[in-house]
């Protein structure tokens, strides 16, 4: 089973709709992020917590807001979606337990969102 | 804006060459990273150099850093059909929490 899951892995909506996209790990690692990722270009960083109590904003956090459930669940909602938010969205993963300078990322398979 | 740019934007070569793509970024960084995305796919970690460190190998991956050229490269040698994908470069800034991603390469290797 994959350590990082991301649901749905496909949506389409409509503008003005609110929609949820849902990340779940079995890693156990205490940080975690999303990210968006438009055609051709690499990922910008929405949120991201680095346990259920922290929360931070990323460069690119208006029109999106996050939950953190548990440790193991990061949730990302779009409050009124509009075209521009079409985009893949990707749920990452780290451990804080290593040193700042050996934490790396874990992803998941991404959700594809089409706002309509 | 990125902090890391990746040069060239897309390289294509045959199988069993080299491919060598590069990575610049603007601010002091406490280690860069480099990722490797399939099409549509979510990305995996390849291999993490320090600020401290100059090169780094794993496999058929070299990795170099200069600090004062705030440059980086990614040689992947004997390149394999299966090597095709993007590579993005990937930094934590000295004194923030979270990476930042360069735009990437796109590496397409022809059998």
């Known amino acids: 089973d994959a350590d990082v899951t991301q649901t749905p892995r496909n949506r389409i909506t409509k503008t003005g709709k609110r929609i949820m996209l849902e990340c779940s790990q079995t890693?156990?690692?205490?940080?975690m992020y999303w990210y968006r990722q438009d055609p051709g270009l690499g990922l910008r960083l929405i949120y991201y917590?680095?346990?259920?109590?922290?929360?931070n904003k990323g460069e690119i956090s208006d029109g999106y807001s996050v939950s953190r459930q548990a440790q193991a669940k990061f949730s990302l909602s779009l409050e009124s979606a509009i075209p521009n938010q079409t985009a893949l969205y990707f749920c990452a993963t780290s451990d804080s337990g290593l040193a700042d300078y050996q934490e790396t990322q874990y992803f998941g398979p991404g959700t594809r969102l089409l706002v309509l | 804006s990125q902090q890391g740019e990746e040069d060239p934007q897309a390289l294509s070569i045959q199988e069993g060459e080299n491919a060598t793509m590069n990575c610049s970024y603007k601010?002091?960084?406490?280690?860069l990273q480099w990722y490797r995305q399939n099409s549509g796919r979510g990305l995996v970690h390849l291999i993490l150099?320090?600020?401290?460190?100059r090169e780094k190998h794993s496999g058929r991956l070299r990795v170099t850093l200069d600090t004062s050229k705030k440059s980086s490269s990614l040689l992947i040698t004997a390149s394999r059909a299966a090597d095709t994908a993007s590579y993005f470069c990937?930094?934590?800034?000295?004194?923030?929490?979270?990476?930042?991603f360069g735009s990437g390469t796109r590496l397409q290797v022809q059998p």
């Open positions: 601010t002091s960084i406490n280690n």
């Open positions: 890693k156990g690692h205490d940080r």
């Open positions: 917590s680095f346990d259920v109590k922290d929360i």
């Open positions: 990937a930094t934590v800034r000295m004194g923030r929490r979270a990476l930042t």
């Open positions: 150099i320090r600020s401290n460190e």
